[in-house]
């Protein structure tokens, strides 16, 4: 699991405008987002917002480690002491097998901030570190199954980039095409490798 220290403390003004982010995200997306509307979602000033954040982009590279610092406190709180049923977890929340709108409209906004970081090298940087913390999420569930002998003895970063290449690539293909069967049948096959290559045979 990711360190705290890669966590940062956030203020609950922070945190209002993280929320009013996400709201503003969802109901336009990236391309038609601004401050004003952000504002509108917070009901306050965008001299408000600008007291935190200088530009747009600024605040859309601290929502991302908002999100991520978010979906690390909801993993380390709803997982417990059994890696097989952690790592299914994990996946779930990253890859719905039968998202409802709300995580629909998400993987959207997150696909389309993604896609920024292609020339924007802030939002690489940013991604690269989102990226980063997911592997470690994934491959401390990976090695706690390894150590007590849950798993078989598998090279636990090499099965963590093939699973978020997985879910990645899921994900991508549900937002920007319209193979609807496309993500389901690659967490189906997620968890068949996951069963032949880590699950040990009784």
Known sequence: MAS???????STAEEE???????????H???????????DELDKSKASIYYHYDTKDDLLVAFL???VDRFEETVETETGHE????????????LPLQPDEEQRQLQAVLVGLRSQAVTNKVFREQFTQIDERLAATVRSIVERGIDDGTFRD???????????????GAMYGRV???????AAAARVSLASYIDSELRRTV
């Open 4 to 10: 705290d220290s890669a966590k940062q403390h956030w």
């Open 17 to 27: 405008i993280m929320e009013a982010t996400y709201r503003a995200l969802l109901k």
């Open 29 to 39: 997306g990236y391309a038609d987002l601004s401050i004003s509307r952000i504002g």
């Open 65 to 67: 480690e908002f999100a």
């Open 83 to 94: 890696p097989p049923e952690d790592l299914e977890h994990v996946i779930e929340k990253l």
């Open 154 to 168: 598998v090279d636990p970063s090499r099965v963590t980039e093939h699973i978020l290449a997985t879910v990645n």
């Open 176 to 182: 920007t095409t319209d193979r609807k069967n496309a």
